[in-house]
């Protein structure tokens, strides 16, 4: 035993080894593979069937996707053309193009709804992306829904004209207001000026003016409305006019008066409690029976304010998680600084509030687009109402996939940008850690 | 020495209904309660002059006329000679069908997926995201009528079952025929069964299914019964005795004796000249809407069982497992009644969305109450205001017991806190 330690020699090690590389199976790709692939035996078998699924879908999707149809013009064409194999048949996309944009939108007025779009863009620039657009351009956005009317039905341009003059003396008639009486009475005079400004001074003066200055685009009815055109119309009234709707609704849920509270509570809790479909009926069938007798107005607008309604309802409760989500210290210490109500809800509260509520609110935004596709169960053209037409046709008949998957792609495409973008918005408003 | 003084008895004045706030809130109120009886009599005054111009009085007296038309899919029995307001009864039976299997497919579905995104697998989380984005994403009337155009178009007709060599054929030992009219099933049927009680005179509930029910809901009873008693017996001894056999033949000995009893035997889909006879035919429309609606609204539940499980902390599984509790117990004791409490509220306002989306319905012909009743009943009788509003008013009544539940759930598990 002594003898062999006495032959050993003394080891001790005076420097580091250096160091060695993982072994060559847990780097790169394999290492990435075995980790988060191949972790164990359930999850080969997973990963294994997923792929086998992965690659047969593909394997039957992409030929069929990329069939050389594009420039067929009927269905039989395509047919002769793949001569019995499997095959998209993209020449409904290019011929009906048109139509599924701006449905029977005359064609030689296809600019007036792209400008229409363009302008809309310039004008949500500015609420966007608020630090990198200059603020200038938010004056352009209060007039946009005025152009974008007048653009899109065409017309006299005094109608639109008159309706924003009407909101610019209601401002200056609350700035002069404001000086003299509490804010509540201000906004009561502003309204009531207002209404005054458009049933008795507009008619009056409107009329006389179009005879004198007859600028106007050509009329454009609104049952030749159709398309994506009519889903962003509506969708995007509906979105604008739903938030602020919402806010007063929200505000007035939470307020201490009980009856304002009851007839805020009753409306949400209706709205919210039945289809949009039945409001659509309304729209088509009930509204102007409700309105005094030979009132008759657009179609296009009833089923704007019915959505409108229906989705002030669900902005409302988003908004009001967003109030109840807001510390009780917020509220008192707008309070204790002396505001009043409505100043403590603009300085304080909204914004905080707001932008808690920033996912709800999107997704409500995108819920009410994906919502416009309703209106083709009271005919009205949307794109699944144009599929339906198109088929009707004789050249088309019989094609399904093509169009499901375009209309498909476009709504993906808008839905899923508003979705990144409030992912962008909370991560740029995120303040705390 | 400062002394307090009350303010002076101040005289009232006109200008205090405004600036005093005692006053403030009631001329505020007064004001919008007289607007608000305004409109709402504008609004009567309106309905009521433009139906007297119409020459159309309001009243609910078609309700018990002839309906005349007919309901292909059906729980209860319904001819053309029936009323609209068996129509009707008719089409909410089927709302509240299509609701009930749509709710239960979709969970299933929406945890499975929900679950699946959170797994370390690469390739499944990502296909669970693809799935979720991709339905999230696009309008579910356009998957309704989608998937309504996938079972005309690419199913077998009846005619290709046919013939000596058919080109397509029955699934499950030829239980089940999958054609694009839709898919027969197996029925269940008693040889020597109870038959029917009437309801009020209205319509039948088979006496066979009521006796079934209340044997399973005895046996389940019992069953929990049993394993109350075993968790008394755990908490006195220690020893928590083995129960599962015993709670396993509570449920299911007395359903199998009653079963054998009434004559349990499946009629099967047979194909008899251009169609199958026999079974239960789930018509495409029916399957469509199932479909789409579960697969729509699991993508959203998957969001929510995704966003509840990742709501409890990791503290809680580490703490739960410093204690020396197994992993599956820490999922069911510790996880899972944390979890649910952020899961189910979102859940039930999605079972809300889905009833509510189940109007869609009349896209593919599926006669739920919104096709019976503000369909074609509406279209027939020319009664707008009262079939428009009859609808909305099943709606609600639907939606609001519904969120009554999830308010009286809500209570129940709250966080009490100070």
Redesign the interface.
């Known amino acids: 035993m002594s003898n062999t330690h006495a032959d050993t020699v003394l080891f001790v090690r005076d420097t580091m080894l250096p160091q060695q590389d993982p072994p060559s199976s847990t780097i790169g790709a394999i290492g990435w593979a075995k980790e988060n692939l191949f972790s164990g035996w359930i999850n080969s078998i997973l990963t294994l069937v997923s792929l086998a699924f992965v690659l047969f879908l593909l394997a039957g999707l992409l030929p069929w996707l990329f069939s050389p149809t594009w420039s067929m013009n009927s269905l039989t064409e395509c047919r002769e053309l793949l001569a019995g194999d499997h095959g998209a048949c993209w020449g409904v996309i290019r011929e009906r193009w048109p139509q599924l944009m701006f449905g029977f939108y005359p064609s030689e007025m296809y600019w007036r709804p792209v400008l229409t779009i363009v302008l809309l863009f310039v004008a949500i620039a500015p609420i966007l992306f608020a630090e990198r657009v200059p603020s200038k351009l938010l004056g352009f956005t209060a007039i946009f829904p005025f152009v974008a009317v007048w653009l899109l039905w065409g017309g006299t341009i005094w109608g639109p004209l008159m309706a924003l003059l009407g909101f610019v003396v209601a401002y200056f008639v609350f700035g002069l207001a404001d000086k003299y009486l509490t804010s509540a009475l201000a906004l009561i005079a502003a309204v009531v000026s207002a209404l005054i400004w458009w049933g008795l001074i507009s008619p009056l003066i409107e009329p006389a003016l179009s005879s004198a200055l007859p600028i106007g685009l050509e009329t454009v009815d609104s049952r030749q409305f159709g398309g994506f055109m009519l889903s962003i119309t509506i969708g995007v009234t509906a979105i604008m006019c739903s938030l602020p709707i919402g806010i007063l609704l929200a505000l007035g849920r939470q307020s201490d008066l009980p009856l304002v509270k009851a007839i805020c509570v009753g409306f949400i809790e209706f709205i919210r409690g039945v289809p949009l479909i039945t409001l659509l009926f309304i729209a088509s069938t009930l509204l102007n029976i409700f309105l005094p007798p030979g009132t008759n107005f657009d179609i296009i607008l009833r089923v704007m304010i019915m959505v409108t309604l229906f989705a002030s309802a669900y902005m409302a409760e988003v908004i009001r998680g967003g109030l109840a989500a807001l510390p009780k210290g917020q509220y008192e210490g707008a309070d204790s600084l002396g505001l009043d109500y409505w100043q403590a809800q603009r300085l304080i509260i909204m914004p905080q509030a707001l932008k808690i509520s920033i996912p709800g609110i999107v997704s409500t935004f995108i819920g009410v687009f994906k919502d416009t596709t309703l209106v083709s169960i009271i005919s009205m053209f949307d794109p699944l109402g144009l599929a339906n037409a198109i088929r009707a046709d004789q050249s088309w008949n019989g094609i399904y996939w093509e169009l499901f998957i375009f209309i498909g792609v476009v709504f993906f495409i808008f839905c899923f940008s508003m979705s990144r973008y409030s992912m962008y918005l909370e991560r740029k408003l995120q303040t705390g850690h | 020495m400062t002394t307090s003084i009350d303010p002076p008895a101040a005289s009232f004045k006109l200008s205090m209904l ?2 005093d706030t005692r006053y403030r ?1 009631i001329t ?2 007064t004001i ?2 007289i607007a ?1 009886l305004i409109f709402i009599g504008w ?1 009567f005054n ?2 009521a ?3 007297a ?1 119409l020459g159309k009085e309001p009243s609910f007296g078609f309700m018990t006329e002839q309906a005349g038309y007919d309901i292909n899919q059906r729980l209860i029995d319904y001819n053309s000679q029936s009323t609209h307001l068996r129509a009707a009864f008719v089409g909410l039976l089927n709302t509240l069908l299509i609701a009930v299997l749509g709710c239960i497919t979709a969970t299933i579905v929406g945890v499975l997926v929900g679950v699946l995104r959170l797994s ?5 989380a990502r ?1 669970m995201t693809v799935y979720v ?2 339905f ?7 998957w309704i ?2 998937c309504m ?1 996938i079972l005309i ?1 690419s199913l077998p007709s009846p005619r290709d079952f046919r013939g000596e060599t058919p080109e397509a054929s029955m699934m499950l030992f030829d239980s089940v025929a999958i054609t694009n009219r839709g898919v027969y099933i197996p029925e269940p049927l008693f040889s020597r069964g109870l038959g029917d009680v009437s309801v009020g005179g209205v319509f039948g509930i088979s006496l066979d299914l009521i006796a079934v029910l209340i044997v399973l809901g005895a046996g389940l009873y019992g069953a929990a019964k049993i394993r109350k008693r075993a968790d008394v017996i755990q908490n006195a001894t220690g020893v928590r005795p083995r129960t599962w056999h015993t709670r396993l033949a509570v449920v299911f000995v007395p359903l199998i004796i009653l079963l054998v009893a009434l004559g349990f035997h499946l009629g099967y889909p047979a194909l008899k000249g251009f169609n199958f006879q026999g079974g239960t035919h789930m018509r495409n429309s029916l399957i469509a809407l199932w479909l789409a609606l579960s697969l729509y609204t699991a993508a959203f539940i998957a969001e929510i069982v995704r966003a509840g499980i990742l709501a409890i902390s990791g503290g809680q599984t580490e703490a739960a497992a410093a204690l020396g509790i197994r992993p599956g117990r820490i999922m069911s004791l510790v996880v899972l009644p944390q979890a649910l409490r952020v899961i189910i509220p979102p859940l039930i306002s999605q079972y809300l969305n889905l009833t ?2 189940s ?2 319905a ?2 593919v012909g599926y006669m739920d109450i ?1 096709g019976t009743l ?1 369909g074609i009943t ?1 279209n027939q009788t020319g009664r ?2 009262e079939t ?1 509003l009859m ?2 008013l099943v ?2 009544a639907i ?2 017991s519904i969120s009554s539940v999830m308010n009286w759930y809500n209570s129940r598990v709250k966080l009490v806190e100070r």
């Open positions: 405004i600036y809130s505020f109120q919008a309660l608000f609004l309106n309905t002059q433009n139906l111009d370390g697998n690469w390739l499944i296909l984005e991709m999230r994403n696009v309008p579910v009337l356009m009528v989608l155009a178009e509510k989306n109007s869609l009349i896209a919104t503000m509406l707008e205001l428009v609808g909305m709606y609600l939606s609001l």
